[in-house]
């Protein structure tokens, strides 16, 4: 058999063998499970959801389970980054059919060379493919897979599509996919305004995600392959030669790396509860929706900082080692700040266990609800408790044994944090001072029910058995959480307003439309009269001063700030929460564990981070002044409700006179004057009906005797009169007859005036006493006033004039008897 003959077989075998692999290949093929193309678009759908502040724009948190995706639309992507990519990752990808021919057959040798089936030459079509239909397994299987379906995507879908998928698609490192999330992590902006130069290195990351990272160590090479990308790209003409020279030059920052993902943790952790209960797990974690918060996160930089610097300075003074604030827009209920421990990420102190919404004891920050019931039912703020060690139990005696000897443990006599007990003391000291006893007595006035009526209606949720709390509530007996008491003193700044809290000012989902979104929910739900009474007695400095010092870290000079501090008879908790009109702070320290703190009270503890953290609050909002309650009217109401403790009768004198006031004795001269009857406040008043009549029969109240025991004590040690002499004549300073009697000798009432001119006033008077003032008014709007006869106006200055009008000249003489006289004053208009 000669050459030829033997090149001819061998060539026919050849083809016959390549021919039968060829066939073998394709009914091989035929076998495959090939993914449907119309679940690719579906799969790249996906998208993580993400939490941002109230401005929208700073990014709190990603909620994701794999990645980390913002899907955008091709019209959204910068050029820059399409070219860039279509240069490095495969230049011909306008031109072919999804795959090339010559990387086709360089990867099949490659392949057969190796035995392992993992060599590219993957065109953007086949990377489409293999990031979104095909597992990552390394066989010819999966490779042959991702050619056939390359060649099928390009004819259902555009250019413009899969280049578009791609690049929403393609990783960058870690959990963040597509070029959108890369250009928001990188750089802190949309791909739609990314720089040629930011461009070409988002185009260089994807080849090795985490050899190219920019916060690795082959920073250089990340450089290197930038200005690769900018050769390719000046290359295949996608730039001109100045803009590659510029790009090479530019300087490009990336922004810092977060090492958490996650900003305002405790925060954001409430909020995503939150979303997950409504929502469910898929929805946020492939649903792609865009959730703005209420956080200030300028207000929640501060409150972090502060809370750790002085977690950390407590830990070694009083060995309480947490801090958490909660901030409040009363007006709104919107949550500014909430930070639930020092550092969330301190395994140490179980940082990550959110202090703001877990139920601890308030102490005595809890007593403004419970005063609040009081003032609806009719106590003022001017109404006196006896500051008295004093018994409660009915177990127990009034002097504080036990009626039964093996009833020791079941007394109940509260003390004062100084163990001070100073006899009679008006509900605003007792309040502003924090004092345990004349509190423990007013909540027994008011009622259980009815003071936790109250704190349920304001927002706390958590006292939900009344059975289960007795006198001790008053003082923090049940438990509350810090987000729930800040929220409820907000609607003491809101003027009895109630704004249930929310963390949430829109969800949107992932084409933009709004699915949830703030609405107000503004409720009364206390008298305004009521709101106004606490929040005049907690920012009355002076009334707290004996208690806490004229320039505490509750005072803040020229601002109007109510507030309350609370610690728990164990030391476990300290409390302080405040507010302005528009912000309600509250501030908790102390233990995760629930281990004690160094016995000292809130105010040492807490009150000063509470203060710094309050005054970055003051600094971002307007001077605000509270609003001033109206003047009660107590003609009707008993002595002791009005601050008389003395006895609960009373009569009236003339100051100048001594004697008993009459019906014309001024105001300003009375004195009402107490008879001696010292008694504890159920003797003067049913608890059942504060305003209505005194009790007939006291004694039946099962705390009568034991508050009496107190009061009978104080007194005799206090050495106090028991009788006092009741004048019994009759005022006579004042009298009708002794009226100044005045005479109005100029203007002459029948002479017409000019009302751009000044007129002067002149009168006469006769009296028993000497006139001293002389009070003027035109048509009962009061003009001035002298200390002579002689007064002189312009009319014009005066509103509402006309051609007549009545001018009245009220006089007072020494002892404040009162004369006045009118006369018509005609005027040319």
Known sequence: MNKKQIKKDLSIFLIAIGIFGASFLMLWASTFKIPNIKNLEERINFQSSKIYDRTGEILLYDIYKDKKRTIVPYEDISRYVKNATVA??????????????????????????????????????????????????????????EWVLAIKLEKVMTKEEILTLYLNEVPYGGSIYGIEEASLVFFSKNSKNLTLAESAYLASIPKAPTFYSPYGENKNKLDERKDLVLEKMLENKFIEEEEYENAKKEVI??????????????????????????????????GGLKITTTLDYELQEKGEEIAKNYALENAEKFNAENIAFVAI????????????????????????????????????????????????????????????????????NPNGTPINPNDGNKC???????????????????????????????????????????????????????????????????????????????????????NPYTGILKVEDETGKIIEEFKPQSNRVLPEQTALLISDVLSDNEARTPAFGAWSPLYFEGRDVASKTGTTNDYRDAWTIGYTTQVAVGAWAGNNDNSSMEKK?????????????????????????????????????????????????????DKISSKLATEYTPEETKEEKVIPGYHSILHWVDKNNILGPSPKNPENDVQYYRWEYAVEKWVKEQNLPTTVAIPTEYDDVHKPEFAPKITIIYPEKDKQYKSSEKINVM?????????????????????????????????????????????KIIGFDSVLNKGETTTTLKLEI
């Not at 990377?127 to 999966?142: A, C, D, H, Y």
């Not at 002298?786 to 007549?804: A, G, R």
């Open 329 to 396: 827009d009363t007006k709104t209920g919107q949550i500014l700040t909430m930070v639930g421990s020092r550092d969330y990420f301190d395994e140490k102190i179980d940082g990550n266990f959110n202090v703001a919404t877990a139920h601890r004891q308030p102490g005595s920050a809890f007593k403004p609800f419970v005063y609040a019931a009081a003032f609806n039912k009719g106590f003022l703020p001017e109404t006196v408790l006896f500051n008295l060690r004093t018994e409660f139990s009915t177990y127990c």
């Open 601 to 653: 009270v809130a105010g040492f503890i807490i009150t000063p981070a509470w203060n710094t953290f309050m005054k970055e609050v003051l600094n971002k909002y307007p001077d605000e002044k509270f609003k001033k309650p109206e003047q009660t009217q107590t003609e009707n109401v008993k002595p002791v409700l009005r601050g008389f403790w003395q006895g609960g009768e009373t009569y009236f004198i």
């Open 88 to 145: 490095i990752e495969d230049a011909e990808f306008y031109e072919h059919n999804g795959v090339k021919p010559t990387a086709f057959f360089r990867a099949i040798i490659a392949n057969i060379k190796s035995g392992n089936f993992g060599q590219g030459g993957s065109t953007i079509t086949q990377q489409v493919v293999k990031n979104t239909l095909l597992t990552t397994e390394k066989k010819i299987s999966r490779k042959l897979k």
């Open 412 to 498: 109940y006599r509260p003390e004062n944090y100084d163990y001070k007990y100073t006899g009679p003391m008006t509900l605003r000291n007792a309040l502003a001072q924090s004092v345990n006893v004349p509190s423990v007595k007013l909540l027994y006035l008011t009622g259980i029910q009815d003071s936790l009526k109250t704190a349920k209606d304001m927002g706390i949720e958590s006292l939900t058995n009344i059975n289960q709390y007795g006198l001790t509530l008053v003082l923090g007996g049940g438990e509350v959480s810090l987000l729930d008491i800040t929220s409820a003193y907000g609607v003491f700044a809101n003027e009895g307003i109630r």
């Open 763 to 807: 009168v006469s008077s006769v009296g028993k006493y000497q006139l001293t003032k002389l009070n003027y008014y035109l048509n009962g709007i009061f003009i001035g006033s002298s200390n002579t006869k002689v007064f002189s106006f312009v009319p014009d200055s005066v509103n509402d004039i006309k051609e007549n009008n009545e001018l």
């Open 253 to 286: 920052v990336f922004k810092a790396k977060q090492e958490t993902g996650i900003q305002a943790p405790h925060f954001v952790i409430f909020i995503k509860k939150y979303l997950e209960e409504k929502y469910g797990d898929e929805v946020l974690e492939k």
